[in-house]
């Protein structure tokens, strides 16, 4: 009888090869270029999906273990796990770019990382309930299957924020690597050293090495890299623990045998990663699995949530071993009641490192605490790169979180935008002011609007499309650490020459309205009224900075070429618009502050002369300034590197001749994209802090 049931198991199992059986097309469809796109791969969620029938669907797939991928201990949670954290865990504050937003974790080059072995079954698993409802995108799918397994496994209730696209409108999943696209943007000199803006310290892992830094088992060496890259996605070291540690509750590593996986995705994309350990029709799965190489379970009930991860940290020795994968772990000593619980260097990490160490005694001790600060930095995890509250389209979506910067609610009676801005253009020329002003020629009169559309566009110009982060609302350029960047130099002056509008209107103007509302004055009276610029209001005001956006990444670029281009796309812009605004109004005095010398005009009228003279004049550098090159024939007109890009790069170039030629084309994009920046982030109201 035992053999007849094994024959018909191993029978079983030789009919569905560990391929994922549930669509025959998976594998093509989620190399990314030249997938054959089905309906409900186009399909997005929508604020009508019924999510609670999804999750009851997912929560009954979980258990329902199938032998061409058997379920460890019966469950498919902790893979549902780990394929929602891979899946955001890409995701870093440098320039917003990774995360789960549509899901470049089914695409190459994320698809192939080392990390991500095995995650085709998991999208395997999920395609059921894709194929059942076409009405939710794969991102949110894939993070509601991690919060349902969460739940169903006895772990806090996790919050939803639906609303991921089907399709990045950001192919920006190239820039993570291994790519030509990552290495020109931002290379990695040592593989496992990778640095800002990078966001993990190996290219192919999500965050760090698990078997120490460089493959050195030392946990207070890994201690730094597990710190690092966790700060590079945003998260505190309470976070931090929470998410390792509660992630470790669940299941368990896979590695055994020591001949590998099997190819990867490039190199086999029908049937990725097949398994090579285990006899005939048994290969490559269930207990013969090889993820990482690593074996076993960090609890005794990988399927049950708890705080046994942080006890057993602490209360048992661990002594270095191996694994069947021949990867080094840890082993306790004395654990007679689990001899095969396991831990990997980075988990010991968090008892060599004093201030995680604490958490971890703190979690041990205090269970509820634990599911408190899983429940938030997991909620946080998978939804910060969504941006702030509005962006989450179910209205079941928890009120707006600190990661989502929620701001204090602006005056509900408003000041009338014209009215502000007939103030602000009373002191945009002046004679007496204690300010420094641009000279104007001719005249004793001081100059002030180049410096308020500077202030206007840096304030607005924090906003990245990659995550909806930044942007002009809230006025974070007021405060600390986007006051002390060095492209905002003496911003405190101009700050300060709006400060008598401000007071003429007080609480009824926040200063995020001013500051726009103030370069909207100064473009207005440059056009003479030719630009259709957007003034509505109703921009909250920050408290203090925006910590968590990183120190300009743009400091890192390899080349000033680089920086523009992929600046324009971080900002979403389009590349018109984009080149348009490189012709705003710029004000000399500001450019010495920056430790940039000139403009390229004395005019405090906007034209399209920025374009002409870029194309007429003969740039040669400036010898004495970096990155600075004047006129050849003109000892008075500058132009930084960053503005000659823009006749070097072919496909700008078009663009300025085109709007050399023509002014009022110049003047609609420069609207368009001035407009885009200044409503980038605009609050509705749930973004506002919830009344308490
Ligand atoms: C599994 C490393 C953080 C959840 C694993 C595996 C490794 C690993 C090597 C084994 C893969 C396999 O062989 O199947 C790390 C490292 C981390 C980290 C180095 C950070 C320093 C996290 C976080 C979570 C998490 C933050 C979730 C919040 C899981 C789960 C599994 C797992 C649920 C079990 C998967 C299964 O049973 O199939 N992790 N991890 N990990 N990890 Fe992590």
Redesign the pocket.
């Known amino acids: 009888m035992i053999i007849l049931t094994l024959l018909v198991q191993a029978a079983l199992l030789m009919s569905a090869a560990a391929q994922c059986p549930f669509t025959g097309d998976a594998t093509k469809k989620r190399r990314g270029h030249a997938h054959h796109e089905t309906k409900y791969e186009q399909s997005v969620s929508t604020p009508t999906t019924d999510y609670a029938a999804i999750k009851r669907d997912i929560a009954a797939f979980l258990t329902d273990s199938h032998p061409w991928w058997p379920a460890?201990h019966g469950n498919y949670g902790?893979?549902m796990?780990?394929l929602a954290?891979h899946c955001s865990?890409s995701h870093r504050i440098s320039d917003g770019r990774g995360g789960c937003d549509g899901a470049g974790i089914r695409r190459l080059p994320e698809f192939s990382w080392e990390d991500n072995t095995?995650l085709d079954k998991a999208v395997c698993l999920l395609e059921r309930v894709k194929q059942k409802h076409a009405d939710i995108s794969w991102g949110d799918l894939i993070i509601l299957a991690g919060n349902t397994a969460i739940e169903s496994m006895g772990g806090p209730k996790i919050g939803f924020c639906a609303g991921r696209e089907s399709e990045p409108n950001k192919s920006e999943t190239e820039k993570l690597g291994p790519t030509k696209e990552q290495d020109a943007l931002s290379p990695c000199r040592l593989n496992g050293n990778c640095t800002i803006p990078l966001g993990q310290t190996k290219i192919g892992l999500i965050?760090?090495d698990?078997e120490g830094h460089l493959g050195n088992p030392d946990p207070s060496l890994s201690a730094i890299d597990?710190r690092d890259s966790f700060v590079r996605m945003g998260f505190t070291p309470i976070e931090t623990v929470a998410?390792?540690g509660?992630?470790?509750t669940?299941?368990?590593?896979?590695?055994a045998c020591s001949t590998g996986p099997g190819p990867n995705p490039v190199e086999s994309p029908k049937a990725p990663w097949p398994g090579t350990c285990g006899p005939g029709p048994l290969k490559g799965r269930g207990n013969y699995t090889y993820?990482?190489g690593?074996e076993g379970p960090w609890t005794r009930e990988?399927t049950e949530w708890s705080n046994e991860y942080f006890c057993n940290l602490l209360s048992y020795d661990w002594v270095k071993t191996k694994s069947p994968g021949g990867k080094i772990q840890w082993m306790p000593t004395n654990a007679e009641d689990a001899p095969e619980i396991r831990m990997?260097t980075?988990d010991l990490s968090l008892l060599r490192d004093k201030e995680f160490r604490g958490i971890v005694e703190m979690f041990a001790a205090e269970p509820e605490k634990l599911d408190q600060e899983f429940a938030y930095a997991?909620y946080k995890?998978t939804t910060t790169e969504m941006g702030p509250r509005s962006r989450c389209i179910n209205a079941d979506a928890p009120p707006s979180q600190p990661f989502q910067h929620p701001l204090p609610k602006p005056p509900s009676n408003p000041a009338d935008a014209d009215t502000v801005i007939k103030e602000i253009q009373k002191i945009l020329f002046s004679k007496d002011s204690d300010m420094e002003g641009d000279a104007m020629h001719g005249t004793d009169e001081l100059y002030f609007g180049a410096q308020f559309v500077d202030l206007a566009f840096q304030c607005a110009s924090t906003y990245r499309a990659t995550d909806y982060k930044g942007g002009c609302n809230g006025a974070r350029i007021r405060f600390w650490p986007e006051k002390d960047w060095p492209g905002n130099e003496g911003m405190d002056h101009v700050l300060k020459a709006l400060e008598p509008v401000k007071h003429a209107f007080g609480e009824n103007v926040t200063w995020s309205d001013l500051i726009v509302l103030a370069g909207c004055a100064s473009l207005l009276e440059a056009s003479d009224g030719r630009l259709d610029l957007d003034t509505r209001v109703g921009r909250g005001d920050a408290m203090n900075g925006f910590q968590s956006l990183e120190f300009p990444y743009r400091y890192y670029y390899s080349s000033v070429e680089i920086a523009v281009l992929d600046t324009i796309q971080v900002l979403g812009l389009s590349e018109r618009d984009a080149v348009a605004l490189s012709a705003r109004p710029r004000s000399a005095v500001r450019q010495k502050w920056k430790g940039l010398v000139g403009g390229y005009s004395n005019s405090t009228k906007l034209s399209n002369k920025y374009f002409k003279l870029l194309l007429s004049e003969t740039w040669v550098k400036v010898p004495s300034a970096k990155d600075v090159y004047r006129s050849k024939h003109n000892r008075h007109i500058h132009m930084h590197a960053a503005d000659l890009v823009l006749i070097k790069t072919a496909k700008l170039k078009k663009i300025v001749i085109e709007f050399a030629h023509d002014e009022e084309m110049f003047l609609m994009h420069f609207a368009s994209g001035w407009n885009y920046l200044m409503l980038a982030n605009f609050p509705s109201e749930v973004d506002f802090e919830p009344t308490p």
């Open positions: 460890d902790p893979l796990v780990t954290w865990g095995n965050y760090v698990p597990v998410l390792i509660g992630g470790h669940f299941g368990k590593t896979h590695g993820t990482s690593l990988p990997l980075t997991w995890l």
